[in-house]
C-alpha cells in the first residue's frame, strides 16, 4: 500500500467513528428540516454507500473520504445539505478534488440506493434510514436522487502542504482546510478546537445572531 492509500485508509477508518452528524453541527445548523447521517464512510458492509455526481452522469461519480447527508424539505420537494471531508496527499491530488467541488452552473446530486436507505441508521440506531430522513412515507423501492442546495468541503493536508497553502492561497467560500492530524488524532472527532472549527462550516454563521433579531 502506498503512501497516499495508507494515510486515506487511515482517515476513513478514524472518520467511522464520528456521529451521525458533523461534530459540531445540528440539524437545525443547516437550516433543514431533516436530520444528518454519515453516508461515507460506512461500515465495512453498509451496501451501496451513498455517492455525488452531476445531472446525467453515470460514470464520473465522486465518493468524498467522508460524506454526511443533511436531508431537507419535503417528500414533493427535498433537498440535501452535505459536509464533506477529503484527505489529499499531494497538491495535484488536492486541485483534482477541488475541481469536483468547484462553483458551476450545474447542479450536483446526492444518490442514495434503495438498499443503503433500508438499512438501519447506526447499530445503535434500529430505525431505517429512508423513516429518518423525514422525506418519504414508504420504503424506498428505486434510488432516492436528491438535489444538493448547500455545499461545505473541508480538506485534510498534510502537514507540509496545509502549511504552504495556508500562506498563500484564498480558499472560496465552501472550502475549509485542516492538517490531517487534526481528523487521526487521538482525541479525534471530540477534539474541541476540531468541533469549534467544523461549526464555522454552519450558514448559521454567516448571519449576525443577537437576542433582538425578530421576525418582524
Not at 57 to 77: I, K, M, Q, V, Y
Not at 200 to 208: D, E, K, M, V, Y
Request: glycine residues 6%; charged residues 20%.
Amino acid at each position: 500500500m502506498d503512501a497516499f492509500a495508507s494515510m486515506d485508509a487511515l482517515v476513513r477508518q478514524k472518520l467511522r467513528t464520528w456521529p451521525q452528524h458533523p461534530p459540531g453541527l445540528k440539524d437545525h445548523h443547516m437550516g433543514a428540516y431533516g436530520a444528518w447521517m454519515r453516508a461515507r464512510p460506512g461500515t465495512l458492509d453498509d451496501p451501496d454507500q451513498p455517492h455525488l455526481k452531476l445531472p446525467g452522469s453515470n460514470r464520473l461519480r465522486t465518493h468524498p473520504d467522508g460524506l454526511w447527508l443533511c436531508f431537507g424539505g419535503t417528500e414533493a420537494d427535498p433537498f440535501v445539505d452535505i459536509f464533506a471531508i477529503e484527505a489529499c496527499g499531494s497538491y495535484p491530488n488536492l486541485l483534482d478534488k477541488r475541481s469536483r467541488f468547484a462553483p458551476s452552473m450545474h447542479s450536483m446530486l446526492a444518490v442514495c440506493s434503495a438498499d443503503w436507505l433500508m438499512q438501519p441508521v447506526s447499530a445503535t440506531h434500529a430505525m431505517p434510514r429512508w423513516r429518518y430522513t423525514g422525506l418519504l412515507r414508504h420504503p424506498p423501492a428505486a434510488p432516492l436522487v436528491l438535489p444538493v442546495r448547500d455545499i461545505r468541503v473541508m480538506y485534510a493536508l498534510r502537514q507540509r502542504h496545509y502549511a504552504a497553502f495556508a500562506a498563500s492561497q484564498i480558499p472560496h467560500a465552501h472550502e475549509f482546510f485542516a492538517p490531517v492530524s487534526a481528523i487521526i488524532g487521538p482525541e479525534g472527532w471530540q477534539h474541541p478546537p476540531l468541533r469549534a472549527f467544523i461549526a464555522r462550516t454552519s450558514p448559521l454563521a454567516n448571519f449576525f445572531d443577537y437576542a433582538g433579531v425578530s421576525a418582524a
